[in-house]
């Protein structure tokens, strides 16, 4: 016999919310609870066979837990998970136990919830000012979100990030890096005003977060333990390219730490500090010139669109044509890489994109965060992040890159 679900009052939600916020959240929560209902349905059929020796089930239906509420973004959820009546035992004599992958025993917000918390403390909301925050965006009922959970939520943080900053990389290989320093407002001690954030292309293309570190201006002996310290955690192979803006710390410390790892120095801040130096007037004409080099489908047209550009603008704007001739080489690295990595090859785009919100808090708390407190968040923030970054174009060719075949202009050259 079938037991029957228990019935959730689903319109207790709060009265304020539109037509369509209500058939959402109606629909939302009888999904949860069907998807719960036939997570522990196909638990028990999988252990159907195991029995005792007079026969019985082992693993059997045994009620539902109180209804509870889920607080998510279309607000508070009421759910009753099934219990589950496990008797078996593993080889220690421990008894085994049903945990549902879409409810633990202890959940009380959505992974959204838990999102939107650190993204709200680095846009400037203090810790007492988040209860308040959050019943305008999900709701008036927003239980369990004190100023006290948040401040407990942060030391969990607190504590995950500084797990993950001594995992081990053993084992691992990054065929390219993205590097770069994001300068914030937040306070942080000893005089250091910028996070050192590192990430890297796996084998099979698949983007991670590396290292997230506190520096002092992006200088060289930052980096250097940044980099350093990756390397003793197990990353034993440096990359083959490295992608980064102009700061010159790191440059002096690559060298230090992976000898053998190219330079590509990002396109899109390289632009930004050439135009800087000329008229605004001049800058929609420098920009389409700019864009001919790195745009162009050879090296060769690349360095014809090069030295186009220094005899055309070095006369009246000296400074801008400097600033872009002394990094020719290393603009164009990407060269000798499959051209279906070029776009991602070109700029720090990967770091910036997913930063760009974290650029910090706002003057209202100015000075006011810790380091360990806004390490955290910004940790929390990339994590999110990380898991809809997509994976390389062409990421089959990096096996190539790893042994060592030639690229000519994007294009494999035959052995």
């Known amino acids: 016999m079938t037991e029957a679900t228990p019935i959730i009052n689903i319109h207790q939600a709060p009265t304020t919310r539109n037509a369509l916020d209500a058939v959402l959240y109606e629909g939302a929560a009888k999904l949860l609870q069907v998807a719960i209902e036939a997570e522990v349905a196909a638990y028990i059929e999988a252990h159907a066979a195991e029995r005792d020796e007079e026969g019985h089930r082992l693993v059997v239906r045994n009620g539902h837990a109180p209804v509870r509420n889920i607080q998510s973004g279309l607000g508070p959820i009421p759910v009753s998970r099934p219990r589950v009546d496990d008797r078996r035992v593993d080889e220690h004599g421990n008894r085994l136990r049903f945990e549902s992958s879409l409810l633990p025993p202890y959940l009380r917000r959505s992974k959204s919830i838990e999102e939107l918390l650190p993204w709200l403390y680095l846009k400037g909301i203090s810790t007492g000012d988040f209860s308040e925050a959050l019943q305008a965006l999900v709701g008036p009922d927003a239980p369990g979100l004190s100023a006290t959970t948040i401040v407990r939520l942060k030391k969990i943080w607190e504590d995950d990030f500084a797990t993950w900053s001594k995992r081990s990389l053993a084992g691992k290989r990054y065929v390219y890096m993205w590097a770069d320093g994001i300068h914030c407002n937040v306070r942080l001690e000893d005089g250091k005003p910028c996070i050192l ?154 770091i910036e994109s997913t930063f760009a919100t974290v650029r910090l808090r706002t003057t209202r708390t100015k000075g006011a965060g810790s380091r360990a407190a806004c390490l955290a968040m910004v940790f929390k923030l990339a994590q999110a992040a990380e898991r809809k970054w997509r994976k390389l174009d062409g990421h089959a060719l990096l096996g190539d890159i790893i042994r060592g075949v030639i690229f000519k202009d994007g294009i494999k050259v035959a052995a």
């Open 197 to 350: 954030v590192v990430m890297g292309a796996t084998e099979d293309g698949k983007k991670e977060l590396v290292a997230v570190e506190d520096g002092v201006r992006e200088s060289e002996q930052s980096w250097k333990e940044v980099l350093l310290d990756v390397k003793a955690r197990g990353l034993e192979t440096g990359p083959e390219l490295i992608i980064a803006d102009g700061a010159l710390g790191l440059w002096k410390a690559v060298p230090q730490v992976w000898p053998d790892a190219r330079h590509q120095r990002c396109w899109f801040h390289k632009s930004g500090n050439v135009l800087n130096k000329v008229p605004k007037s001049v800058q929609p004409k420098m920009k389409d010139a700019l864009h001919e080099i790195w745009q162009a489908e050879t090296r060769d047209d690349a360095t014809a669109a090069f030295d186009l550009f220094v005899s055309k603008f070095e006369a009246k704007y000296s400074k801008a044509t400097a600033c872009l001739e002394k990094d020719r080489d290393e603009l164009l690295a990407f060269y000798d890489f499959p051209a279906e990595h070029w776009k991602h090859l070109r700029t720090t785009n990967p």
